[in-house]
């Protein structure tokens, strides 16, 4: 004979008890992802969540001032010589100075990686100023410093700025962790090969210039001798622009 196992009543009370106690951990946790999930105040990971809906006038402001910032950045890119902080060897003029590709028989050049890194830093520092916290005087705010990685492709600029906020009103917590992707379509890879092009022919055959070979660039250029021995050569891209203005791209050179 097969073995018969037979439930009393008490048996059938716990497994009724059991499966409605499982039953209501389960809907407390939903509902505990749930509000934590919408407050934006969950991680998993490193993974961004929905921005919590107290901080999106703050957001709205970080996300248009990650585009402002970047435009500006190239432009002071642009006006003197790949650089932010100008390197001490550089060509001094009354409104900004401008670095020297080329000094007295030596290339200074500076590489794309240089120019992207002084994106990165101009970014870091301005994104700070964003925003100010007495703009939002119901909350107090903590940040931690912003970190942009910024690349320099053939025909456009592109960046991605972390930035990690956290708004606390009485009880309540809110943390704002997100990336702000921002893409320029300036050809800055572009007008720096043709710029390093421009500087290198001038090198192999100084004091020639070959006017053939500029005219066929898709690009403005315009050669601006300050004396005998300093030239300022402005690249000007006509098809794209900043602010209102056509992207030009400033340098010097010296030789005797």
Known sequence: MKPLFVKGKRGQLTAIILIGLVIFILATLLIYFRFFYQQGALKIGAKELAVPTQLKPLDAILEKCATTTLEEGLILIGLQGGYVTPPKLSLKTKHSKIAYWYYNGKKHIPTKKTIEKQLNNYLDFNMQFCFNKKQFPQFQITTKEPTAKTT????QVTTTITYSITATKEKAKYELNKKYKTKINIPLGNIHATTKNIIENEIKKPGSIDMSHL??????VAILPKDDNHIVYSITD???????????????????
């Open 238 to 256: 006509t098809k794209n622009k900043l602010k209102g203005k056509e992207y030009t791209f400033i340098l010097a050179y010296f030789a005797k």
């Open 152 to 155: 320099i492709n053939k025909e």
């Open 215 to 220: 005219l066929d660039l898709d690009y403005d």
